[in-house]
Every structure is written in structure tokens, then in C-alpha cells.
Antibody, heavy 120, light 111 residues
């Protein structure tokens, strides 16, 4: 059974940092790209970042580019999201998702989500 | 603001057929990129409903179907049921963006 488990969420002040982790199980982790998707309170889903299976291709949404860094450790079946210079508008539930397909990935499995609150 | 536009809400009676539209541009849906659809029930994790325009993952009822034409795509729910009440999002790829994966604005379905 495919499972994705996020951790590392919490509360932080504006300008602070937080690192989210996602541990995967039930599939061959190094055969899939991974993504982070978030949902702010009362808002829709927003794609945040993508990392390819070998980390050779990385994309970010404009809203987080330069502040967030996605990485993965295939030996640990894990993907990470380092979030720096956090802003109030980064407050959201962050989902780790598996990417399947070719160029046009679809997100076939999702974690339960890690809540992040940025507030003073 | 997303480059994929959906109606904020759609409603229907049990048993009815509803359609949710997803309108894009020539740099995403109109460029031929596939459209995927997700269902997000309140308090739950989003669920993949349709991938590659019109393919259902295992376990998704055939009441859900997808179509694509030109710069738009649609999700059709037939035989509407009470537990279909959720938020629905389209998703695709946009070649004009540095971060190319995009979700639609979302549609709240009320039964």
C-alpha cells in the first residue's frame, strides 16, 4: 500500500524557517517524481514544488521561488521542503504527493498534510 | 490567480448530471497538455479522479468522466450522489510559467 507521511509542520513567526519531511513507503521511491502542494485556509489547491526522481529537474511556483528548496534522499525514501523567509501568506496545509506520468504529471497519491502557520 | 478558471460553484439534485468546466489558454490546455481532475472532500486528502483528460484510476466510479476540447476541459458527474458534495479541481501544465504545474480555481459542488 502506498503511503506518504509528512512531518515538520508547526507555527513560526514571519521571516522564520521550517523544514517539512515526507517519508514514502509501498512503492519504489526512486522511480517517481515528487511534489508539494498546499492549501491555504479558505483557498484552493496551489502547486508548490516538483523534484524529479533523480533530483535533476526541480521547479518552483513563482510564489515560493527563492525562498523554498525541495530536495530528496532516495536512500531514505524521503522528500523535503525547506521553507525560509516565511510569510503570513505561506500559512497552509502542505501535502506531499507522488507524481505519475510523463511531462504532464498527475498526482496519484497524497499524504495527510502538514499544517504550517506563519504568525507573529 | 490561477491560469485555469473554474466556476466557483455548481449544484444539482441527487441523480442529476452536472458539468464542471475548466477554461485555460493556448499555453496550457489549448497547447494540448493533458488535464487531470481531483476531488477534495471536506476534512479529507485530495483524491485523483481523472487523469490524462478522460482516464479513471482504479476504484473511481464510471459516473465520473472527463472531456477536453480546444482551450477547455470538463468534468461530468452523472447520477449525482450526496457524497459527491466536495470541491473539485482541474490541473494541467503551462508552458509559459517557470513553475509549470497549475491547479484550477476550484469548484464547490452542492448536492
Amino acid at each position: 500500500e502506498v503511503q506518504l507521511a509528512e512531518s515538520g509542520g508547526g507555527s513560526v513567526q514571519p521571516g522564520g524557517s521550517l523544514r517539512l519531511s515526507c517519508v514514502a513507503s509501498g512503492f519504489t521511491f526512486n522511480s517517481f517524481g515528487m511534489n508539494w502542494v498546499r492549501q491555504a485556509p479558505g483557498k484552493g489547491l496551489e502547486w508548490v514544488a516538483h523534484i524529479s526522481l533523480s533530483s535533476s529537474i526541480i521547479y518552483y511556483a513563482d510564489s515560493v521561488n527563492g525562498r523554498f528548496t525541495v530536495s530528496r534522499d532516495n536512500a531514505k525514501n524521503s522528500v523535503y521542503l525547506q521553507m525560509n523567509s516565511l510569510r503570513a501568506e505561506d500559512t497552509a496545509v502542505y501535502y506531499c504527493t507522488r507524481a505519475k506520468g510523463g511531462l504532464i504529471y498527475h498526482f496519484d497519491y497524497w499524504g495527510q498534510g502538514a499544517p504550517v502557520t506563519v504568525s507573529s | 490567480q490561477s491560469v485555469l478558471t473554474q466556476p466557483p460553484s455548481v449544484s444539482g439534485a441527487p441523480g442529476q448530471r452536472i458539468t464542471i468546466s475548466c477554461t485555460g489558454t493556448s499555453s496550457n490546455i489549448g497547447a494540448g497538455y493533458d488535464v487531470n481532475w481531483y476531488q477534495h472532500l471536506s476534512g479529507r486528502t485530495p483524491k485523483l479522479l481523472i487523469f490524462g483528460n478522460n482516464n479513471r484510476p482504479s476504484g473511481v466510479p464510471d459516473r465520473f468522466s472527463g472531456t477536453k476540447s480546444g482551450t477547455s476541459a470538463s468534468l461530468v458527474i452523472s447520477g449525482l450522489q450526496a457524497d459527491d458534495e466536495a470541491d473539485y479541481y482541474c490541473q494541467s501544465y503551462d508552458s509559459s510559467l517557470s513553475g509549470p504545474y497549475v491547479f484550477g480555481t476550484g469548484t464547490k459542488v452542492t448536492v
